[in-house]
């Protein structure tokens, strides 16, 4: 398996994350004053990372590497990144609800987001090794 | 559940590489299973029965109560 450039792949998207939602928070006053360019400026976002998704995806189906086993280790993956980010996003949503804390909602979003993807590569990575 | 996956395939001078191509699976996947932290499917249990041509309980051994 692609162990190190996995590991390399989780540290760019926890990079990357932490980046986009700083950059975000600071760009979304400006840019809320010119909607659209707001609007394009996520979905080219959203477009560009399903790009990206795909390409690797398709590139792992490629190398012949997928089996069942390897099937297992990603459902087992999923089940821990789904609940990572449902319990985050259930957290977040609890606290926009029932405190008066102010918290930088986009920041937080993208965070999970990423932080998801991350927790997946992570629990790919610790059952291979396991399984 | 035990094998003996390692001997039988000894026994045919075959490679983890070789019976991974053979079987369409990857070389992680046959040390998975002969170091017994992996459990193949019955339908990969059974294609490793037909490689080595015996019969499943031959190389896998279930026992109960085992998770």
Same mark, same amino acid.
Not at chain 1, 2 to 27: D, M, N, P, Y
Not at chain 1, 45 to 68: K, M, N, P, Q, T
């Given at each position: %398996?692609?162990?190190?450039?996995?590991?390399?792949?989780?540290?760019?998207?926890?990079?990357?994350?932490?980046?986009?939602?700083?950059?975000?928070?600071?760009?979304?006053?400006?840019?809320?004053?010119?909607?659209? /360019?707001?609007?394009?400026?996520?979905?080219?976002?959203?477009?560009?990372?399903?790009?990206?998704?795909?390409?690797?995806?398709?590139?792992?189906?490629?190398?012949?590497?997928?089996?069942?086993?390897?099937?297992?280790?990603?459902?087992?993956?999923?089940?821990?990144?789904?609940? /990572?980010?449902?319990?985050?996003?259930? @957290?977040?949503?609890?606290?926009?609800?029932?405190?008066?804390?102010?918290?930088?909602?986009?920041?937080?979003?993208?965070? @999970?987001?990423?932080?998801?993807?991350?927790?997946?590569?992570?629990?790919?990575?610790?059952?291979?090794?396991? %399984? | 559940?035990?094998?003996?996956?390692?001997?039988?395939?000894?026994? $045919?001078?075959?490679?983890?590489? #070789?019976?991974?191509?053979?079987?369409?699976? !990857?070389?992680?996947?046959?040390?998975?299973? #002969? $170091?017994?932290?992996?459990?193949? !499917?019955?339908?990969?249990?059974?294609?490793?029965?037909?490689?080595?041509?015996?019969?499943?309980?031959?190389?896998?051994?279930?026992?109960?109560?085992? #998770?």
């Amino acid at each position: %398996m692609w162990s190190r450039e996995k590991r390399l792949l989780t540290v760019v998207l926890l990079v990357a994350g932490v980046v986009l939602g700083i950059g975000l928070e600071a760009l979304a006053d400006p840019l809320e004053e010119q909607n659209l /360019a707001w609007v394009a400026l996520l979905v080219g976002l959203v477009v560009f990372g399903g790009a990206v998704g795909h390409w690797g995806s398709r590139r792992f189906e490629e190398s012949g590497e997928i089996d069942e086993r390897f099937r297992e280790i990603e459902r087992r993956a999923s089940r821990w990144s789904h609940g /990572a980010l449902t319990v985050g996003v259930g @957290l977040l949503a609890l606290v926009l609800l029932v405190s008066w804390v102010e918290v930088p909602v986009a920041a937080l979003l993208w965070a @999970l987001l990423v932080g998801s993807v991350a927790v997946h590569e992570l629990s790919v990575e610790y059952y291979s090794r396991r %399984m | 559940m035990d094998n003996e996956l390692k001997v039988w395939r000894a026994k $045919r001078d075959v490679t983890q590489g #070789e019976l991974a191509d053979e079987l369409d699976v !990857s070389r992680q996947t046959i040390n998975a299973i #002969e $170091r017994g932290r992996y459990d193949p !499917s019955l339908e990969l249990a059974f294609e490793l029965a037909d490689f080595f041509d015996c019969a499943i309980e031959d190389v896998f051994e279930y026992e109960e109560g085992e #998770e």
